[in-house]
C-alpha cells in the first residue's frame, strides 16, 4: 500500500542541499520529514520537522528514526550501507543497501554496467597493498594513459590522479594510500550528459531529459536541457541504458547515471549517484514534477509519471568563490541584479559558512527558447563573476 501524503512520516539519512530540497519536495505533498545528521546547522535538519543529531551507525539514533519514520532515503552515497540494512529490518528503506552498496564502490560499480549490457571506459581493478603490486605489473599498456580513481570516497574529482606510464601509475598508487583503485583508460572527450532515472517498487521506470553538463576541475559548472549537441538517437540510447542499470539493480529511488560521449560518437558510462544530483537541479524549475518529488513518489509508493521538459534551462552552479572577492575579501554576490532577470530562479542551501570550492547554491535559468536561456544565463554569469561562454 501507497504512503500517502497526510499521513505518513519520511525520513532522511544526511543533512545536506540534497536533503533540505527532498524535505521542502515531501512537505509541499503533506508529509512529516525527520532528518538524521550529526552536524547540528545542517541544512536539512534546519527545514525538517525533526533533526536527529546523531552518528549514522549509531543503532540507538537509528532505532529512534525507525520509530518515527515510514519509509527513509538517503540523500549522500556514501551513507553507511550497514545504517540501511539496519533500518531495512524493519522499515522501507529505498534505495536498499544492496544497490547503495555497488554505488560506493567503483570497481563493483564497473562490474556492474559490464553484467547491464552498458559500455564504460576500458579498466583494471587494483586492490589494496601488497596485492595492487601485482595488479600493477598486469595493466595492460593499452590501458595507459589513464585516470587513476579510488575505488571508495571520491567525488568532486577527489581521489583521482592522471597516469601518463607505468611510473606515473605507480607514483600515485602509493600516494592514494595503496587503497583499492580503478584504472580507467583515458578516452577522447567530445561532452559528458547525465540521465535521472526514477524506479518504483513495482518495476516502473521513468527517465527524466537528458542533461548536457560542463565541468570545471572536476565540479560541475553548467547544465543544459534539452542537451543543445547530442541528437535524439543517443539521447534515447542513455535514457535505455540508464534504465538498464537501474533494472539491473533492483533499484528503487532517483539513481543519476553519468556518461560520456567520445569524439567518435559513441557513449559510454562514467558513473552513478544513488540520489538525486546536482545535474538534476534545473527540474525544479523546468519541468512539471521535480527530481526531489519523484524521490518522495518512489520511497512512498505514489505514481510515477513520465517527468515533462516545459521550459528550456541552464542551470549554473554557486560555488562559495562567489561569496570573495579577487582579493579575497567577503562580499555578497549580486543577487538583485540576478534576480531582475528573466526566467532566473535562485536556490540557495541554508549553508552558514561559505568556503572556496563549497556548493552553497544554484541559479535555474528558464527561457521561452532555448537561446533566450542561455542568454540570460550569461548574463547570470557576469554579474556574478563566472565565465560565460561553455
Known sequence: MPLLPGDATLGVLGGGQLGRMFVHAA??????????????SSPAGAVAQEHLKADYLDPAALDDLARRCDAITTEFENVPARALEHLARVRVVAPGASAVAV????AREKAHFDASGVPCAPYAVLRHGEPGVADLAAVPDALLPGILKTARLGYDGKGQRRVADRAQLAAAFDELGRVDCVLEQMLPL????????????????????????????????????PAP?????????????????ATGMGYVGV??????????????????????HNSGHYTMNACDVSQFEMQVRAMAGLPLREPRLH???????LLGDLWF??????????????????????????????????????????????????????????????????
Open 27 to 40: 512537505q509541499a505533498l503533506g508529509y512529516r520529514c525527520v532528518v538524521l545528521d550529526p552536524d547540528a
Open 190 to 225: 567530445a561532452l559528458e550528459l547525465s540521465v535521472l532515472v526514477v524506479r518504483g517498487a513495482d518495476g516502473g521506470v521513468v527517465t527524466f531529459p537528458v542533461q548536457q553538463n560542463l565541468h570545471r576541475d572536476g565540479i560541475l559548472a553548467v547544465t543544459e536541457v
Open 311 to 317: 521550459s528550456p534551462v541552464v542551470m549554473l552552479n
Open 103 to 106: 554505488c560506493q564502490d567503483r
Open 325 to 390: 572577492d579577487a582579493d579575497g575579501r567577503e562580499r555578497t554576490p549580486d543577487w538583485a541584479g540576478v534576480l531582475a532577470l528573466p526566467g532566473a530562479e535562485l536556490h540557495l542551501y541554508g549553508k552558514a559558512q561559505a568556503r572556496h570550492g563549497r556548493k552553497m547554491g544554484h541559479l535555474n535559468v528558464i527561457g521561452a527558447t532555448a537561446d533566450e536561456a542561455r542568454a540570460n544565463a550569461r548574463s547570470a554569469c557576469a554579474l556574478l563573476g563566472l565565465p560565460d561562454t561553455w
Open 229 to 245: 549537441d547530442v541528437d535524439e538517437a543517443l539521447q534515447a540510447q542513455a535514457r535505455r541504458s540508464a534504465a538498464a542499470i
Open 255 to 276: 539513481l543519476c547515471v553519468e556518461f560520456f560521449v567520445l569524439k567518435d560518437g559513441r557513449l559510454v558510462v562514467n558513473e552513478m549517484a544513488p540520489r538525486p
